[in-house]
């Protein structure tokens, strides 16, 4: 009720604008009418905008949002890229890394590390810097920040990369007909 006596007077001083002559009388229409109108239109703004992506529910499971999925599918990612590094006796740890990875696969979760993939501008990937390498001969991913994190078809989490740039100032040739100077 409010909010139509706020919307009212919001109609009522923007005819307050123009001369007497051109100004508009609201309709007269029943407050049944009214009421049934203000539903409609509640029910397809919230229609509109959907269910949040954060409160989605992944495959039923009560609890268990998009967002939470992948946070721990990164953070699954992370606990693999840092045991691959573990000697052989920490064989253990890494086991559980890998039944966990396994676990998220079968599960229909594809997690996608861009390290040392080429980057192009038209790839889906938020870039969060751009770094002069030598040694390259394109743009790269040098460092995965994030992985993309995909549930079926759809991408969950959009990776964030660091680019490798190839360093311009150690490899610029000379330009033609520029003279070299002798000392």
Do not use: C
């Not at 390290?115 to 390259?136: C, E, K, M």
């Not at 740039?165 to 330009?175: C, F, H, V």
């Amino acid at each position: 009720m409010r909010k139509r006596r706020a919307t009212e007077a919001r109609a009522t001083v923007r005819q307050w604008r123009w001369p007497r002559e051109f100004r508009i009388r609201p309709a007269q229409w029943p407050d049944d009418v009214l009421a049934l109108f203000a539903e409609v239109s509640a029910a397809e703004t919230a229609e509109a905008e959907g269910p949040a992506r954060d409160a989605e529910v992944v495959g039923g499971a009560p609890g268990l949002s998009e967002r939470s999925l992948a946070d721990v599918a990164t953070s699954v990612w992370r606990l693999r890229v840092r045991t691959a590094g573990l000697p052989d006796g920490m064989r253990s740890t890494t086991r559980h890394v890998e039944k966990a990875w396994d676990a998220l696969a079968q599960a229909g979760v594809e997690i996608k590390d861009h390290l040392n993939d080429p980057f192009d501008s038209g790839l889906s990937i938020s870039v969060v810097a751009f770094q002069p390498t030598p040694g390259l001969e394109r743009e790269r991913v040098i460092e995965t920040i994030r992985p993309s994190v995909y549930l079926g078809d759809r991408r969950i989490q959009m990776a964030e990369v660091i680019v490798g740039t190839p360093d311009s100032a150690a490899e610029t040739p000379p330009l033609p007909g520029a003279r070299e100077q002798r000392q």
